[in-house]
């Protein structure tokens, strides 16, 4: 046939590598875990419930803190003190409607808080948000001037 190459009875030709590409690119994952670094403290909010075993609590989406907006979000970064958060959950059977309802909250430095929303039954749309739990971050710069 014209235009088709023979079949080669050795096999299929050698893939070729240009030397060295693999060793060039060794340092990007390190300038990018670089640019992660945070010198001063932070504390992080997570809208899914840590520990799921109490009855008739749900995951929540945090809507937002302090008036800033965040969109289909469940966890945010946020400094330490005092914080205003709005936190929304799935409505229940019958409602089309997700409720919202807010939470004043001192968050602590470095720690990290799980948010849940409690109702009294699972067909209620009301609902009171709480801190599911709550933990330290490890590795997050400590407030005090010792480090």
Known sequence: MIGHPKPSSTGPAPVR????FSM???????????????????AFLDGER???????????????????YYLQNSRVLIEPGKHHIVLQTRPPFGFSIPPEKA?????????????????VN???????????????????PSASPGG
């Open 122 to 140: 699972a067909l209620t749309q009301d609902f009171e948000p709480r801190v599911n739990y709550k933990e330290p971050i490890s590795g997050c």
């Open 17 to 20: 590598r240009r030397p060295g």
């Open 103 to 119: 939470l004043d909250l001192d968050v602590e430095p470095c720690t990290r808080y799980w948010f849940e929303a409690k109702r």
């Open 50 to 68: 840590h520990n799921r075993v109490e009855l008739n609590t749900y995951d929540t989406q945090i809507v937002s803190v302090d008036g800033k």
């Open 24 to 42: 060039r690119l060794w340092w990007l994952p390190a300038i990018a875990l670089a640019g992660c670094a945070v010198d001063k403290p932070y």
